[in-house]
């Protein structure tokens, strides 16, 4: 009966529009009054889960990432990126792919990069002529890469998420060729639509204004390995590193580029502030969901479940991930992670599957779902700054979609794309 509370009104909750965090505090409230359990309990696993040190990477990661939009950095990212991909079939998609990796590695956040590379790069495709749903669909599919590549803010969650004892450099690390590899499907996909519909490529700058227009990017571009060189090395912490981030972009912002005035800086920091109060409540009240989830057994009685259709690890990997990609079509991504980690990762590990391997796995998942409604906040960024629909977007997304579920299963049935970094590095 305490499962049926829980999951019944959290899914009520859900259905009749309630933001996310409410759903899952309210449902652990209901279940906990129940049980009979003090109602501070509840409040004070909310607490717990926002607690922790290794989360203040988070809002400095945002606020690096809000820097760098409004100080011009993504916008000198994708002038290198258009100089070297440019001229490929439907140049402009691709430039969108590369330019959001480029950002992906600076930023960490899928959102950030859907609004800064869409806002920047649908206008621009729109005027050329791409239509734009092919615009919109690039830009939020490319964006997902952010969550792979370092410094991806949902690594950090899965480490805290997972009891604390992954490494977080071994994380960054796993994620950098599935986020190639993904980068490199997507840029596939962009040009064999673009080849069926007609798109233009730009002609060849030439090395000379690739290479100038690497000068300009790269103090950007050196940010991404002042962060993962740092990190790996063991120079300095994530949370240290994301602090080094802010300190970085505000300067590089200030006084190389020169395009960061007080008005920016004060949007920047009230945008970081209101994205973190909204990160932090879902933290925390998946938290305090997640802990009565373990109270009531759910991961023992997951295992069993699974263990009764099946002990072939091939096909429990098949159903986790169908599971996965079932649950983030209505689950925002901090909140599965921290209520799903706890409950699969026993799971998988009995049948042999690295934490790392897995940590993957579920942001990849995590982050597809992203993209899905009713609850894709990255699809719906990447709408809005498109001015399109969802659903002009979901009539041509599958080749997309496509592409990162076949990237999904390469990553889930060939561990080395995950560990074999991380094993090199140590």
Known sequence: MELWILFGTFTVLMFIGTPIAFCLGLSALATALYMDLPP??????????MNAFSMMAIPFFIFAGDLMIRGGIAEKLIHFAASLVGHLRGGLGQVNVV???????????????????????????????????YAVNVTVNAAIIALLIPPSHNMIIYSIAAG??????????????????LAAALMVTAWWVARRR???????????????????ASPGILLIFIIFGGVRSGIFTATESSCIAVIYAFLIALFVYRQLDLAGFREATYGAVRTTAMVLLVIGTAQAFGWLMAL?????????????????????????????????????????????????????????????????????????????????SVLFVGCAVGKITIREAMRTIWPFFGASIAVLLLVTYIPGLSLWLPALFR
């Open 198 to 216: 007609g798109y233009p490529a730009d002609p060849f700058p030439g090395w000379r204004m690739v290479g100038w227009r690497l000068l300009v």
């Open 99 to 133: 330019s959001a990796t480029l950002f992906g590695g600076i930023s960490g956040s899928a959102v950030a990069d859907a609004s800064a590379i869409g806002g920047l790069m649908i206008p621009q495709m729109a005027a050329r002529g791409y239509d734009r749903d």
């Open 296 to 376: 009531l057994q759910v991961p023992a009685a997951t295992v069993k479940l699974l263990e009764s259709i099946t002990t072939n690890p091939t096909l429990i990997l098949l159903l986790v991930n169908v599971a996965l990609l079932f649950l983030g079509t209505f689950m925002d991504m901090a909140p599965m992670i921290i209520i799903l980690t706890p409950v699969l990762l026993p799971v998988v590990m009995k049948f042999g599957v690295d934490p790392v391997h897995f940590g993957v796995i579920l942001i990849l998942n995590a982050g597809i779902g992203l993209n899905t409604p009713p609850v894709g």
């Open 164 to 181: 604390g004892n992954l490494s977080v450099a071994d994380l960054f690390t796993a994620g950098i060729l599935p986020g190639l590899l």
């Open 40 to 49: 501070l309990i509840v409040f004070q696993q909310i607490n717990t889960g």
